[in-house]
């Protein structure tokens, strides 16, 4: 399991030159390891390697010699990840085209202590004293460790950006004691906590058409290869903001998964979930919000994070949990509200009403194996309180218990 920390650190000039010439020899390996490994028809780093150490030794003799083998691997990895968004008709270039350069290292290339960091050049070693955020102290002062590889990327004004990884062994998954199944939506995402349903808002669907708005509001009448244009479209942080949601929404779910020693249930969604979701929706905004609310990416933080706990993850069949009723199996008939999506639905057997999100959780459970009991004629079971105050909790208890004061005051 590895984490990686990014530190920023503004160098001198004659620091930052000695890194630069690093980086363009560096691209030059990179750039013909790619083109052997095309070739030859080859993805792996020891062939390539084998192939391009001489020739690359001879042209760059003052360049020591594990950045060759730092780029034969960057090379190996664009070229295995190339293959695979090939096989998947998702590359739309006949070649890997290398646009950013991220210079690898290993263990000979630097040393790390706390005070500076050792970075072999050309004529010799550098040294840069960067200053530590908070989630590097995190990492150092618990049982992680500092791998022996290492990154580093060159900014604009004498800017290094240094990225430390650091890699822990996988805590093995416990015997789930029962199930905390989570539905994922485009503005919100439902969990089920002791047969009680919670409604968390994501807010996504104003980040997405905000963010939209201000794109047309910046490039209506304007080229988007403007320097002025290109600047402000740089600024805006659409993915970060839901980057953010999504960690924080994930650590949330899987610390409670943790202390009560369940398992979490999932949808399996299939590759690009969103394309399929709007293949046949004609709304061009509906389409938008469909396609950046990006469903897997929630999902995906969410086993990561668990990963990260040991909390086993359960991926069930998605289809139909919103529209079958967990107790007598019948399709549940959703009345029109005036909405694109009616939320309140009846069961046709039992005529008893559903929540599509709360049902959609029930299902979830069950087809992970859960056999308790689902309530019937509860209000809050239907109902299902929506709290929007979220990202600042330390647990989900406390918003739980937060919310019942709200509702004792009013």
């Given at each position: 399991?590895?984490?990686?920390?990014?530190?920023?650190?503004?160098v001198?000039y004659?620091t930052?030159?000695?890194?630069?010439?690093?980086?363009?020899?560096?691209?030059?390996?990179?750039?013909?390891?790619?083109?052997?490994g095309l070739?030859?028809?080859?993805?792996?780093?020891?062939?390539?390697k084998?192939g391009?150490?001489?020739?690359?030794?001879?042209?760059?003799?003052d360049?020591?010699?594990?950045?060759?083998y730092?780029?034969?691997?960057?090379?190996?990895?664009r070229?295995?990840s190339?293959?695979?968004?090939?096989?998947?008709?998702?590359?739309?270039?006949?070649?890997?085209?290398?646009?950013?350069?991220?210079?690898?290292?290993?263990?000979?290339?630097?040393?790390?202590?706390?005070?500076t960091?050792?970075?072999?050049?050309?004529?010799?070693?550098?040294?840069?004293?960067p200053?530590?955020?908070?989630?590097?102290w995190?990492?150092?002062?618990?049982e992680?460790?500092?791998?022996?590889?290492?990154?580093?990327?060159?900014?604009?004004?004498?800017?290094?950006?240094?990225y430390?990884?650091f890699k822990?062994?996988?805590?093995k998954?416990?015997?789930?004691?029962?199930?905390?199944?989570?539905?994922?939506?485009?503005?919100?995402?439902?969990?089920?906590i002791?047969?009680?349903?919670l409604?968390?808002?994501?807010?996504?669907?104003?980040?997405?058409?905000g963010?939209?708005?201000?794109r047309?509001?910046?490039?209506?009448?304007?080229?988007?290869?403007?320097r002025?244009?290109?600047r402000?479209?740089?600024r805006?942080?659409?993915?970060?903001?839901?980057?953010d949601?999504?960690?924080?929404?994930?650590k949330?779910?899987?610390?409670e998964?943790?202390?009560?020693?369940?398992?979490?249930?999932?949808?399996?969604?299939?590759?690009?979930?969103p394309?399929?979701?709007?293949?046949?929706?004609?709304?061009?905004?509906?389409?938008?919000?469909?396609?950046?609310?990006?469903?897997?990416?929630m999902?995906?933080?969410?086993?990561?994070?668990?990963?990260?706990?040991g909390?086993?993850?359960?991926l069930?069949?998605?289809s139909?949990?919103?529209?079958v009723?967990p107790?007598?199996g019948?399709n549940?008939v959703?009345?029109?509200?005036?909405?694109?999506?009616?939320?309140?639905?009846?069961?046709?057997?039992?005529?008893?009403?559903w929540?599509?999100?709360?049902?959609?959780?029930?299902?979830?459970?069950?087809?992970?194996?859960?056999?308790?009991p689902v309530?019937?004629?509860?209000?809050?079971?239907h109902?299902?309180?929506?709290l929007s105050?979220?990202?600042?909790?330390?647990?989900?208890?406390?918003?739980?218990?937060?919310h019942?004061m709200?509702?004792?005051?009013v």
């Amino acid at each position: 399991m590895e984490r990686t920390v990014k530190l920023r650190v503004k160098v001198d000039y004659s620091t930052y030159s000695a890194l630069k010439e690093v980086e363009k020899e560096y691209r030059e390996v990179l750039e013909d390891a790619i083109n052997y490994g095309l070739s030859n028809k080859t993805t792996s780093f020891t062939r390539i390697k084998a192939g391009v150490y001489k020739t690359e030794r001879e042209k760059h003799k003052d360049l020591p010699s594990h950045y060759i083998y730092t780029a034969c691997e960057d090379a190996s990895e664009r070229l295995d990840s190339f293959e695979k968004l090939k096989k998947r008709g998702r590359s739309y270039t006949e070649k890997p085209s290398v646009r950013r350069v991220t210079i690898h290292l290993d263990d000979h290339l630097w040393k790390f202590n706390l005070d500076t960091i050792s970075i072999s050049t050309k004529r010799s070693r550098i040294l840069i004293s960067p200053t530590f955020p908070k989630i590097f102290w995190r990492y150092y002062n618990t049982e992680w460790r500092i791998a022996s590889e290492a990154r580093f990327r060159l900014m604009k004004g004498n800017v290094v950006e240094f990225y430390v990884i650091f890699k822990r062994d996988e805590p093995k998954p416990y015997e789930p004691k029962a199930f905390i199944p989570v539905d994922l939506n485009e503005n919100s995402v439902s969990v089920l906590i002791n047969s009680k349903p919670l409604l968390l808002e994501t807010n996504t669907k104003k980040i997405t058409l905000g963010y939209e708005y201000r794109r047309k509001a910046i490039t209506t009448g304007k080229s988007t290869k403007d320097r002025e244009v290109r600047r402000k479209l740089k600024r805006l942080r659409e993915r970060n903001k839901k980057v953010d949601i999504r960690r924080k929404l994930a650590k949330l779910i899987v610390k409670e998964a943790f202390e009560s020693r369940s398992a979490i249930v999932l949808e399996d969604l299939p590759r690009r979930t969103p394309e399929h979701m709007i293949k046949d929706v004609k709304d061009k905004q509906l389409r938008l919000r469909i396609y950046r609310s990006a469903f897997s990416s929630m999902k995906n933080a969410i086993i990561e994070k668990a990963r990260e706990f040991g909390v086993p993850v359960v991926l069930v069949n998605p289809s139909y949990t919103s529209t079958v009723c967990p107790i007598h199996g019948a399709n549940i008939v959703y009345q029109l509200d005036g909405g694109d999506a009616p939320r309140v639905g009846v069961c046709e057997k039992g005529k008893e009403k559903w929540h599509r999100d709360v049902v959609a959780l029930y299902n979830l459970a069950r087809r992970a194996g859960d056999v308790s009991p689902v309530p019937l004629g509860s209000k809050e079971s239907h109902d299902p309180p929506t709290l929007s105050g979220w990202l600042r909790a330390k647990s989900l208890h406390s918003i739980m218990n937060e919310h019942k004061m709200i509702e004792m005051k009013v």
